[in-house]
């Protein structure tokens, strides 16, 4: 893939160094609470898909290590063929921490003897104390009942022995100089989990790491969760928000980025700027020479000024984008066109059916085109403005060959290239309105196969 981006780099002394969406100022926020919470508690990070979040909140996790606290990150979806989320979970803990910290705590044992009974303990959540006290004296004379409340007893024993000590692990963990007095525990990627998993991650975190000291962040889709709360109870009845809250103490939306920062963050996570400079092209002609990573930003920005749409839409739209382009020899003029006509594929397929199936005149495209850019608030003066023009323009006239071209072989007589050109007085290979574009001018079929990947990716 020419496009296939960096893991966005987070330098330790500054995370939010990269942060293109200026969400430092929501770190610092949700630090806030942590530091003024005198308990442990479980928050979720919401936010639909293609918002961030997991850029966001390892951001976050690196400027709380800098700032003092013990972190541990979880990508629960990279887990969840595992079928126990309580070894995942207390075995980050404990890989992650003891590379943070010098000198921990073994609970090795602990971990290794709860490994075995945690996904047992089916009851735990049921059956309080008082409960089991009056379910003991009703079946005291039953020898195989009391053996399974017996196990249930030790098992819950275990548990409690587990939570002490693994209080004692935090509080050594804080004890490090100039350590804060939380552990916090980051689970993402959990509304792409298997429901079950899902789920039972759910109830291990508020069953099994309830504990003082201990914060846990779940990063969530919660729209998507709620889905999976209901597929587990096989139920649309049942109220997914009411269950979530059973687990989630802060629920916390993260603030939508605009679509100017939105745009501005695609463009370069998906390499654009990277192509334009790699291959040295020059601006086009226009009075205050703007680079092209520019006047592609401010083309985009266009588009979607002229159509309203969610950030989820927009990332959709660079995703194709990224495959035309990256599958095509492209020169500059062909690379705006493909901006366009992918706009229209995703946006406006009534425009991109048109165009394909050449229903439009030459003024009728011009007057769609131009109809977009005005609704775009496009100012046609501006260097901005002259690219638009140029766009038009080389569109229009790849529309037009197309239409000839089609004119051509349903007409015998006119089977030589060069007499067509020469009888319809257009040349396949003229300059393009972009300077430096020495690649010859592709034909509009081109762009659609690559834009409906009906051709080949190369």
């Given at each position: 893939?020419?496009?296939?981006?960096?893991?966005?780099?987070?330098?330790?002394?500054?995370?939010?160094?990269?942060?293109?969406?200026?969400?430092?100022?929501?770190?610092?926020?949700?630090?806030?609470?942590?530091?003024?919470?005198?308990?442990?508690?479980?928050?979720?990070?919401?936010?639909?898909?293609?918002?961030?979040?997991?850029?966001?909140?390892?951001?976050?996790?690196?400027?709380?290590?800098?700032?003092?606290?013990?972190?541990?990150?979880?990508?629960?979806?990279?887990?969840?063929?595992?079928?126990?989320?309580?070894?995942?979970?207390?075995?980050?803990?404990?890989?992650?921490?003891?590379?943070?910290?010098?000198?921990?705590?073994?609970?090795?044992?602990?971990?290794?003897?709860?490994?075995?009974?945690?996904?047992?303990?089916?009851?735990?959540?049921?059956?309080?104390?008082?409960?089991?006290?009056?379910?003991?004296?009703?079946?005291?004379?039953?020898?195989?009942?009391?053996?399974?409340?017996?196990?249930?007893?030790?098992?819950?024993?275990?548990?409690?022995?587990?939570?002490?000590?693994?209080?004692?692990?935090?509080?050594?963990?804080?004890?490090?100089?100039?350590?804060?007095?939380?552990?916090?525990?980051?689970?993402?990627?959990?509304?792409?989990?298997?429901?079950?998993?899902?789920?039972?991650?759910?109830?291990?975190?508020?069953?099994?790491?309830?504990?003082?000291?201990?914060?846990?962040?779940?990063?969530?889709?919660?729209?998507?969760?709620?889905?999976?709360?209901?597929?587990?109870?096989?139920?649309?009845?049942?109220?997914?928000?009411?269950?979530?809250?059973?687990?989630?103490?802060?629920?916390?939306?993260?603030?939508?980025?605009?679509?100017?920062?939105?745009?501005?963050?695609?463009?370069?996570?998906?390499?654009?700027?990277?192509?334009?400079?790699?291959?040295?092209?020059?601006?086009?002609?226009?009075?205050?020479?703007?680079?092209?990573?520019?006047?592609?930003?401010?083309?985009?920005?266009?588009?979607?000024?002229?159509?309203?749409?969610?950030?989820?839409?927009?990332?959709?739209?660079?995703?194709?984008?990224?495959?035309?382009?990256?599958?095509?020899?492209?020169?500059?003029?062909?690379?705006?066109?493909?901006?366009?006509?992918?706009?229209?594929?995703?946006?406006?397929?009534?425009?991109?059916?048109?165009?394909?199936?050449l229903k439009y005149t030459d003024a009728e495209l011009l007057h769609v085109i131009e109809d977009l850019l005005i609704a775009g608030k496009i100012q046609l003066r501006t260097d901005h403005g002259q690219l638009a023009i140029g766009i038009m323009r080389e569109l229009v006239l790849i529309?037009?060959?197309?239409?000839?071209?089609?004119?051509?072989?349903?007409?015998?007589?006119?089977?030589?290239?060069?007499?067509?050109?020469?009888?319809?007085?257009?040349?396949?290979?003229?300059?393009?309105?972009?300077?430096?574009?020495?690649?010859?001018?592709?034909?509009?079929?081109?762009?659609?196969?690559?834009?409906?990947?009906?051709?080949?990716?190369?």
């Amino acid at each position: 893939m020419i496009f296939s981006p960096d893991i966005l780099e987070i330098p330790a002394d500054n995370p939010f160094a990269n942060d293109l969406l200026d969400r430092e100022q929501y770190a610092d926020i949700l630090t806030s609470l942590i530091d003024t919470s005198k308990t442990g508690f479980t928050m979720s990070i919401n936010a639909t898909w293609g918002y961030g979040k997991t850029t966001f909140i390892r951001m976050w996790e690196a400027k709380l290590r800098a700032q003092g606290y013990s972190t541990v990150y979880i990508n629960a979806w990279e887990k969840d063929y595992i079928q126990d989320p309580f070894a995942v979970v207390i075995s980050t803990i404990w890989e992650q921490t003891q590379k943070q910290n010098s000198h921990v705590k073994d609970i090795a044992t602990t971990v290794k003897e709860l490994a075995d009974i945690a996904s047992k303990i089916i009851a735990y959540r049921y059956i309080g104390d008082a409960a089991l006290d009056t379910f003991k004296k009703r079946l005291s004379n039953d020898v195989k009942c009391n053996f399974v409340l017996d196990d249930y007893i030790e098992h819950t024993k275990r548990i409690e022995d587990f939570k002490k000590q693994l209080h004692e692990y935090v509080k050594q963990l804080q004890e490090q100089e100039g350590s804060k007095d939380k552990l916090v525990i980051f689970v993402d990627e959990l509304d792409r989990c298997r429901p079950t998993y899902a789920i039972e991650m759910l109830e291990r975190i508020k069953h099994l790491f309830s504990i003082e000291n201990i914060v846990f962040v779940l990063s969530v889709d919660q729209s998507v969760l709620h889905e999976s709360i209901k597929g587990f109870y096989g139920s649309s009845n049942i109220s997914a928000e009411n269950y979530l809250r059973r687990f989630v103490d802060i629920e916390y939306c993260l603030p939508e980025p605009s679509i100017d920062k939105y745009i501005d963050f695609l463009i370069k996570y998906h390499g654009l700027e990277q192509y334009i400079t790699e291959r040295k092209l020059s601006p086009p002609l226009s009075h205050d020479n703007t680079d092209y990573d520019v006047q592609l930003y401010l083309m985009v920005k266009t588009l979607f000024e002229a159509i309203p749409c969610s950030l989820r839409e927009v990332e959709k739209y660079f995703n194709r984008l990224e495959y035309v382009v990256r599958t095509l020899k492209l020169n500059m003029s062909a690379f705006f066109v493909s901006v366009f006509l992918t706009y229209t594929y995703i946006f406006r397929k009534d425009i991109y059916q048109q165009i394909k199936d050449l229903k439009y005149t030459d003024a009728e495209l011009l007057h769609v085109i131009e109809d977009l850019l005005i609704a775009g608030k496009i100012q046609l003066r501006t260097d901005h403005g002259q690219l638009a023009i140029g766009i038009m323009r080389e569109l229009v006239l790849i529309y037009r060959i197309a239409v000839e071209l089609q004119y051509v072989e349903n007409d015998d007589r006119l089977t030589d290239l060069a007499l067509f050109e020469s009888k319809h007085l257009i040349n396949l290979n003229s300059k393009s309105v972009f300077r430096n574009d020495q690649i010859p001018r592709m034909q509009l079929d081109k762009y659609i196969n690559k834009i409906e990947l009906t051709e080949a990716l190369r």
